[in-house]
Nanobody
Framework: HVQLVESGGGLAQAGGSLRLSCAASGHIFGTNAVAWFRQVPGAGREFLAG????????YYADSVKGRFTISRDNAKNSVYLQMDSLKPEDTAVYYC?????????????????WGLGAQVTVSS
């Protein structure tokens, strides 16, 4: 049974920072692709960042490039999303997701395991 649990969401001011964590059980992050998405009401899930399984290449959406950083700790079987220079438009529910292959995909339909999500709210 695979379970992903996000933590670290909350409220931040514009220009501030938050760090999201995603811990996995029943699944190995180190050899499989992991990605962060976000969703606002009425919209689909937006790809933000991904880390390739094994060799660890990272990929970012243009909307967060230079502000967000994805990282992985194989010993803790966890993935993180460091979010800096936050903007009010970053307000959303953030999800981590993973696949059973090593390469990152941008489409949420390509991910089979999802966390329940963490609310991030950025005030102006």
């Amino acid at each position: 049974h695979v379970q992903l649990v996000e933590s670290g969401g909350g409220l931040a001011q514009a220009g501030g920072s938050l760090r999201l964590s995603c811990a996995a059980s029943g699944h190995i992050f180190g050899t499989n692709a992991v990605a962060w998405f976000r969703q606002v009401p009425g919209a689909g899930r937006e790809f933000l960042a991904g880390v390739r399984g094994s060799e660890g290449s990272t990929y970012y959406a243009d909307s967060v490039k230079g502000r967000f950083t994805i990282s992985r700790d194989n010993a803790k079987n966890s993935v993180y999303l460091q979010m800096d220079s936050l903007k009010p438009e970053d307000t959303a529910v953030y999800y981590c997701a993973t696949r059973t292959v090593h390469f990152v995909e941008l489409s949420p339909e390509m991910y089979i395991y999802w966390g329940l999500g963490a609310q991030v709210t950025v005030s102006s």
